[in-house]
């Protein structure tokens, strides 16, 4: 069974220039912009280019220069966010969403960097 994407899910539409969005960290395969509702003094959803819905579609699917990419993103930006921990930043938090029990919003796979603060436990009970 196929993945289905919907094409006009609002990161695609970022993705095509039809809506702006403030640019951390762009390459070939991925592209990193604020999120439009910050969580935490920074606030940075990383999103490959190409069209997957969730993190599983990604990781299975994607091709390792993708996967790689999108990997290498991630660090670049913690690492312009001085929030290392091994390098005595004060951390962060990366969390994705997916589906209905992990209440995504938009269906094109992104991660959260969350940062800036402490970000208390990982999930507030149900
Ligand atoms: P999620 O629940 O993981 O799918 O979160 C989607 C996030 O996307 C949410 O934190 C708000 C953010 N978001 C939604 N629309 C826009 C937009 O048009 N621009 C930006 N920068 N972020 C958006």
């Known amino acids: 069974m196929a993945y289905a994407y919907d094409d006009q899910n609002i990161f695609a539409k970022i993705l095509r220039g039809e809506i702006p969005n403030t640019t951390v960290l762009e390459t070939d395969h991925t592209l990193a912009f604020r999120d439009i509702h910050p969580q935490a003094p920074d606030h940075i959803l990383v999103i490959p280019k190409g069209r997957y819905v969730s993190h599983d579609h990604f ?5 390792e220069a993708e996967v790689l990419d999108f990997m290498r993103v991630t660090g670049r930006i913690c690492a312009e966010l001085g929030v290392q921990p091994g390098l005595g930043g004060q951390g962060f938090r990366i969390i994705s969403n997916a589906g209905v029990h992990g209440v995504q919003e938009v269906p094109h796979y992104h991660l ?10 990982m999930l507030a009970p149900a």
């Open 59 to 63: 990781a299975l699917e994607a091709t």
């Open 112 to 121: 959260h960097i969350l940062a800036g603060r402490p970000l208390g436990r």
